[in-house]
């Protein structure tokens, strides 16, 4: 049997295409193989988003070509940075068999398995499928494609287009698919998550589709990641507070707080408008947790809007903050922008934010200290389970240390846990047994 290696890179949105081609590749009769020295064909699914990604996206696929010396007999480059750079990385990467954007990956393992000679009968991709490259316990279900709002700093529409929403019947029948497979938390991702439906259903439908995912068995938590601020209405809050699958957690990137800077990135809704959401989180529950992201250095920002950034994170605590330094993406409207910030100032503002976030959190964190909570395990070791509660998305955010002492549990099983001491970023716990 011919085996397939695939190296995937970038966001978690990406990842589910990795997935999505996995599963054909096994359809059509190829082995999986996480060893590239092992395979015959290797395929790197790329990111192309900013420009440390782009770098890792090169580097790696030097790194695969490599291989060709020995077994590997095709090489495949695909995702964002074979979408945006495809002519330019033909001519610089003769190496590179088969170039593929972001799109029909039915068709790219159609193509492998053609120049691997697998039986010409078998080549045929019939249905969707996937194989989850996350523990049988979670997995993404992407929403949505592409983004039909145009933030001057961002190439996601260019490489991907106008947001194009997957019709609700078709996301209930995988999201009860991945259940019976042993799913037990659905993290909801889009590139804009909030506006899903709104292209083919004339309204944001997101409320109505995470009712019907609610009903489906064996799923234990719902996540929301990646919503735009302006949209996170009080029907969606509404919909999370009454509804115990949906987690008291939300992700919400607002990239800035300065109304100025907010304006020259073309992002919906202003400072007064992220205030009050995160107020109207915070009201709702005590329980809420939040995630967002902000860009430093974005051009023209000023020591004084970075003070401000500062002073709002202070006032508005916000659970989980991941911080980045703006990259000048060509042909993005942002990249031709007066006033560009030289890397050394990013930097230095980067860490400043950081070390801001880091007591914020270690802060919050510290509120949580005597709480139940349930926690997903995800390793174990010498009596300590590591995992995770509803406050912590997998792969971004900390986790939860719990002692366990001798009581069996494994992968994938939820246990009780109070917390009894906070991290920066993670917390520790002991086992709570509900007789106590």
Not at 47 to 76: Q, R, W
Not at 105 to 110: D, K, P, R, S, V
Not at 134 to 162: E, H, Q, V
Not at 309 to 324: K, T
């Amino acid at each position: 049997m011919k085996r397939v290696g695939v190296v995937s890179l970038g966001c978690s949105k990406n990842r589910v295409d990795t997935e999505v081609l996995l599963g054909y590749l096994r359809d059509l009769g190829l082995s999986i193989t996480p060893e590239p020295n092992e395979a015959d064909a290797i395929i790197v699914n790329t990111c192309g988003f900013i420009d440390p990604a782009k770098e890792e996206s090169i580097n790696t696929i030097l790194e695969m070509a490599a291989y060709k010396a020995n077994k590997c007999k095709v090489l495949a480059v695909c995702g964002c940075l074979s979408q945006r750079y495809s002519d330019e990385l033909k001519s610089e990467l003769p190496e590179v068999d088969i170039f593929w954007g972001v799109k029909e990956q039915a068709g790219l393992a159609q193509e492998i398995a053609k120049m691997l000679n697998v039986d010409s009968e078998r080549n045929a991709c019939e249905k969707y499928s996937r194989m989850l490259t996350t523990p049988p316990y979670y997995a993404y279900l992407r929403i949505s494609d592409g983004c039909s709002n145009r933030c001057s700093y961002c190439a996601i529409p260019l490489i991907r287009g106008d947001m194009k929403s997957v019709p609700m019947e078709k996301l209930l029948q995988e999201a009860q698919d991945l259940a019976k497979n042993g799913v037990k938390e659905l993290n909801i991702i889009a590139q804009d998550t909030s506006a899903y439906g709104k292209d083919i259903y004339g309204k944001p439908m997101l409320c109505e589709l995470l009712k019907e995912l609610s009903k489906l068995d064996g799923i234990h938590w719902i996540r929301l990641l990646y919503l735009y601020p302006d949209t996170v209405t009080d029907e969606l809050i509404d919909t999370i507070i009454n509804n115990d699958k949906i987690v008291k957690y939300i992700d919400i990137p607002i990239q800035h707080i300065s109304d100025e800077l907010l304006i020259k990135m073309n992002r919906r809704g202003n400072s007064d408008c992220i205030k009050r959401i995160i107020s109207s989180l915070r009201n709702s529950s005590k329980d809420f947790i939040i995630r967002s992201s902000v860009i430093v250095g974005f051009p023209t920002e000023s020591e004084a809007d970075i003070a401000e950034l500062l002073d709002f994170l202070e006032h508005y605590p916000i659970n989980r903050l991941g911080v980045f330094e703006y990259s000048k993406e060509e042909n993005t409207p942002a990249s031709s922008f007066e006033g560009q910030i030289d890397d050394a100032t990013k930097r230095r503002r980067y860490d400043a934010v950081m070390r801001a976030q880091a007591k914020i959190s270690k802060r919050l964190n510290a509120q949580r200290i005597g709480s139940i909570v349930k926690v997903l395990v995800e390793n174990l070791s010498n009596g300590i389970a590591v995992g995770r509660s509803y406050a912590e998305a997998p792969e971004v955010d900390g986790k939860i240390i719990v002692s366990i002492g001798d009581r069996v549990v494994k992968a994938g099983d939820f246990i009780m846990a109070r917390l009894v001491a906070a991290k920066e970023y993670d917390m520790l716990g002991e086992i709570y047994e509900p007789s106590e």
